[in-house]
C-alpha cells in the first residue's frame, strides 16, 4: 500500500518547471532573507523551523506565505542569532540569572529532599532558568512568578532563621 510522507499529506509537490519559477521570485524577493540565513547556518542548525522555511527558499519546493516569511525575518532580529546582540543580552539577564541561581539554592536548603514533589517550586525555577540561558529572555509572567516564589522562599527562610536564633538563645541561657 502506497503511503505519503507528512510533508506531501497537506501539499501537492510541485512541478520542476513551478520550483524553478519560485526559486527566481524568492531569489529577486528575498534575497535578504537568503543570504541572512547562509550565513548563520551554524547558529541557525537548531531551528528546525527556520532551517525548513530556508530549504524553501531556496529550493522553492512549496509557496511562502507571509507569516513564513515574517517569522524568518523575526529570527534575523533575535538576538539569538546575532553574536554582538546576543553578548548584550546576556549581560542583561546575567543578574537575573544570578538571583535564580541564588533561589535554587534557597529552595535545595528549605525543601531537602523534597524538591522533586508536586509542591515545590524546584521544577518551575529550573525550567526558567533553562529558558533564561537557551532563550536570553523571560516573560513577565515568568518573572511575576519567580518573584512571588522568591517571597515566598525568602520568608520560610527568615522564619527558620529566627526559630533558630530563639532555639539557639534559650539553651545558653
Given at each position: 500500500?502506497?503511503?505519503?510522507?507528512?510533508?506531501?499529506?497537506f501539499y501537492?509537490?510541485a512541478?520542476?518547471?513551478?520550483?524553478?519559477?519560485?526559486r527566481?521570485l524568492?531569489?529577486?524577493?528575498?534575497?535578504?532573507e537568503?543570504?541572512?540565513?547562509?550565513?548563520?547556518?551554524?547558529?541557525?542548525?537548531?531551528?528546525?523551523f527556520?532551517?525548513d522555511?530556508?530549504?524553501?527558499l531556496?529550493?522553492?519546493?512549496?509557496?511562502m506565505s507571509?507569516?513564513?516569511?515574517?517569522?524568518?525575518?523575526?529570527?534575523?532580529?533575535?538576538p539569538?542569532?546575532d553574536?554582538?546582540?546576543?553578548?548584550?543580552?546576556?549581560?542583561?539577564?546575567q543578574?537575573?540569572?544570578?538571583?535564580?541561581?541564588?533561589l535554587?539554592?534557597?529552595?535545595?536548603?528549605?525543601?531537602?529532599?523534597k524538591i522533586h514533589t508536586?509542591?515545590?517550586?524546584?521544577k518551575?525555577v529550573?525550567s526558567?532558568?533553562?529558558?533564561?540561558?537557551?532563550?536570553?529572555?523571560?516573560s513577565?509572567?515568568q518573572?511575576?512568578?519567580?518573584?512571588?516564589?522568591?517571597?515566598k522562599?525568602?520568608?520560610?527562610?527568615e522564619?527558620?532563621?529566627?526559630?533558630?536564633n530563639?532555639?539557639g538563645?534559650?539553651?545558653t541561657?
Amino acid at each position: 500500500m502506497y503511503r505519503r510522507s507528512k510533508i506531501n499529506k497537506f501539499y501537492k509537490k510541485a512541478s520542476p518547471e513551478t520550483m524553478k519559477k519560485n526559486r527566481e521570485l524568492y531569489k529577486e524577493l528575498y534575497s535578504k532573507e537568503i543570504e541572512w540565513c547562509k550565513e548563520h547556518l551554524e547558529e541557525l542548525k537548531d531551528n528546525k523551523f527556520i532551517m525548513d522555511m530556508y530549504l524553501i527558499l531556496i529550493t522553492g519546493s512549496r509557496k511562502m506565505s507571509p507569516k513564513m516569511i515574517a517569522s524568518v525575518q523575526k529570527a534575523m532580529e533575535s538576538p539569538l542569532y546575532d553574536p554582538v546582540k546576543r553578548v548584550e543580552r546576556k549581560e542583561k539577564i546575567q543578574p537575573i540569572l544570578e538571583k535564580i541561581s541564588l533561589l535554587i539554592t534557597m529552595i535545595e536548603k528549605l525543601d531537602g529532599n523534597k524538591i522533586h514533589t508536586q509542591w515545590s517550586s524546584y521544577k518551575f525555577v529550573m525550567s526558567c532558568q533553562k529558558q533564561a540561558t537557551t532563550n536570553l529572555r523571560l516573560s513577565e509572567k515568568q518573572m511575576t512568578a519567580l518573584n512571588k516564589t522568591w517571597q515566598k522562599y525568602n520568608d520560610r527562610l527568615e522564619k527558620r532563621l529566627k526559630k533558630e536564633n530563639k532555639d539557639g538563645n534559650n539553651g545558653t541561657n
